[in-house]
């Protein structure tokens, strides 16, 4: 019955996906181990079971319909999900789909440790990419300020990588809940042959049916966890199990206040301003990025339980901690039009 592990109280109550065995008082014990497992597929879909086959049925539709698709896993708790559920999705074999992450040289050391462990553990084939032109310049968020370093380190690596390697559709982890742009975003995102996204110009998608039909040099962005919202996300984390970077997790973390931001002295690399000190503080991670560009949060929550029960009662996005999308003309939207994820 490990599959069947009890949700937080909270999400129980009035309103949320109640658990359905409780609901039917179903026995279990005494039940032969094939007429139990029967007994479950004739049980209603729970509400993360309903996004999860979903999440599955757009993989699997994804590797059936383009010629060479990739995964961009970032590293943070929505790539997590992702990964686990491309691994479901063909499981027992291995996923025909790559990794890719466009690597900024900038990420939290804790999210490059975490990368390479989780591709040990679970055998895929994970490629990095890391923008040469980047990498001649010598592109720093300091040294070229934060629009620079996320035009050329992120935009134009990811595109770099996705042209190298041939890839005709890049699955990602957004959610249209994250950020109003992308709340208007299809699943299957159409894009140019220059990568760029028009709102305008995309195809209607009537229930679960997509259009995954391409010209020479186009592609399709896909989102399968499009209907996903950040609270699914860590329900579906807790139940899986699904391990995760611990940044995510509060604890004692030097930071420095910029602009009304937490940000972590992650290296040697952050300049420190006249008279400023890093300060210790139990903080954590809501989104993770490139460490000088993401503010963290003051909490005490250091569980997976503490994590659901602070998400249950915050009004706040979890992106109000990304400081490239409060820059001027910076907005989501215009990056996506000149080809950012």
Request: aromatic letters at 8%.
């Amino acid at each position: 019955m490990s599959r069947y592990r009890v949700m937080p109280a909270a999400y129980l109550g009035a309103g949320g996906p109640r658990h359905t065995l409780r609901r039917l008082a179903l026995p279990s014990a005494g039940l032969p181990a094939d007429a139990h497992d029967t007994l479950m597929t004739l049980l209603p879909l729970s509400h993360l079971d309903r996004l999860e086959a979903e999440s599955i049925h757009i993989l699997r539709e994804v590797a059936a319909e383009f010629r060479a698709p990739v995964m961009l896993y970032s590293v943070g708790k929505d790539s997590s999900v992702l990964l686990h559920l491309l691994l479901k999705a063909f499981a027992p074999s291995p996923p025909p789909i790559p990794l890719l992450h466009v690597d900024t040289r900038w990420k939290f050391g804790e999210m490059i440790a975490f990368r390479d462990q989780r591709a040990a553990e679970t055998g895929v084939d994970l490629r990095v990419h890391i923008n040469p032109d980047g990498i001649a310049q010598d592109v720093g968020p300091f040294s070229h300020g934060a629009a620079v370093h996320t035009d050329i380190m992120k935009t134009q690596g990811l595109k770099q990588a996705l042209e190298q390697g041939g890839f005709d559709a890049a699955i990602g982890g957004a959610r249209r809940d994250e950020e109003k742009s992308r709340a208007k975003e299809r699943v299957f995102s159409f894009r140019n042959a220059r990568h760029r996204w028009d709102p305008k110009n995309q195809r209607p998608e009537l229930w679960n049916l997509y259009n995954a039909r391409t010209k020479p040099g186009e592609s399709v962005r896909v989102f399968p966890l499009s209907n996903w919202t950040e609270l699914d996300i860590w329900l579906y984390i807790y139940r899986e199990r699904i391990p995760v970077v611990p940044l995510y997790f509060a604890a004692p973390r030097p930071v420095v206040e910029r602009d009304g931001a937490w940000i972590m002295v992650d290296d040697d690399r952050l300049p420190l301003n006249d008279g400023e000190t890093p300060q210790l503080r139990s903080v954590r991670f809501r989104t993770l990025g490139c460490y000088p560009l993401t503010g963290a949060i003051e909490s005490t929550a250091d569980t997976l339980e503490a994590v659901i029960a602070e998400m249950l009662v915050s009004t706040s996005s979890e992106r109000q901690g990304r400081m490239i999308d409060h820059a001027p003309g910076a907005s989501m939207e215009q990056k996506k039009l000149e080809g950012y994820f």
